[in-house]
Structures are given as C-alpha cells and as structure tokens.
C-alpha cells in the first residue's frame, strides 16, 4: 500500500486545525491591538484632563473666602 495514501488524511486535519488556529489568533491580535489603541487615546484624554484641571485650580484657591 502506498505511505502518501494513509497519510493523506492525516495531513489534511492538521492543515484545517493549522488554519483554524492562524484565524483564531488573528482575530485575538486585531482585538488586542484595538484595545491598545483605545487604551492610548484614553490616556491622551486623560492627560488633556488633568492638565485642564490643574490650570483651573489656582484659579478655585484665589477666589475662595477664608
């Protein structure tokens, strides 16, 4: 009996699981890459925030009556 015959099957399946597995992890790196991305704009908005606040709070400290 020819070997390529009874491993035709065999290297079938590993090629779908092969291919199975690449989609999978393209779909985990787009999703990871996508939150890295919202977690970058987040702290640019973040830092946006705090350096607002910061220039309003000397302006708070003189226009308080103690």
Excluded: W
């Excluded at 640019?44 to 308080?64: F, G, I, Q």
Aim: glycine residues 2%; hydrophobic residues 40%; contains cysteine.
């Amino acid at each position: 009996m020819n070997p390529n015959v009874l491993t035709a099957p065999s290297s079938a399946q590993r090629n779908v699981y092969l291919t199975g597995f690449c989609l999978f992890l393209s779909l985990v790196l787009a999703r990871t890459f996508y939150i890295i991305q919202d977690l970058i704009h987040v702290q640019d908005e973040y830092a946006k925030l705090k350096t607002a606040v910061s220039s309003l709070l000397p302006l708070r400290s003189t226009t308080r009556d103690d």
